[in-house]
């Protein structure tokens, strides 16, 4: 049974719709279960302003994009790249000190590994779209 507390955070759609209005686009798909998304970031150099973002998923990858869209500004692009990496290799945000990411500790029970390629997606797409920059 998915926690209701993902399912409330998914259906954040505020960032919700691409604007269509830079470069920084990029969009992937899990080759495992076929979630789609695409990301749209709005940059000043090294600084993320605004994220908004298009899926075709399930409600992990949903509630893992509104999270990521809603703390996205709050790190620079290298930073995210750093972050990203630490997620890859840890499975999860446990390892990571920073309060900033503790909204995705649902997302990453260990009652959901196996929809971590879910989850981690729109990760991967914001990585892509910052190189895009």
Not at 55 to 60: E, G, V
């Amino acid at each position: 049974m998915i926690d209701k507390s993902i399912i409330k955070i998914a259906f954040n759609t505020k960032n919700y719709g691409l604007r269509n209005k830079t470069k920084n686009i990029s969009t992937l798909k899990n080759q495992i279960c076929g979630d789609k998304i695409s990301i749209e970031l709005i940059m000043n150099k090294e600084k993320i302003k605004k994220m908004h973002y298009e899926t075709q998923s399930c409600i992990f990858c949903q509630a893992s994009a509104s999270l990521l869209s809603q703390i996205v500004l709050k790190y620079k692009k290298d930073e995210w790249l750093d972050i990203v990496k630490i997620i890859q290799k840890n499975k999860g945000i446990s390892s990571i000190k920073d309060n900033k990411l503790n909204k995705f500790n649902n997302l990453f029970l260990k009652k959901y590994q196996n929809r971590f390629s879910c989850v981690i997606l729109p990760f991967l797409a914001l990585v892509k779209a910052t190189k895009n920059s």
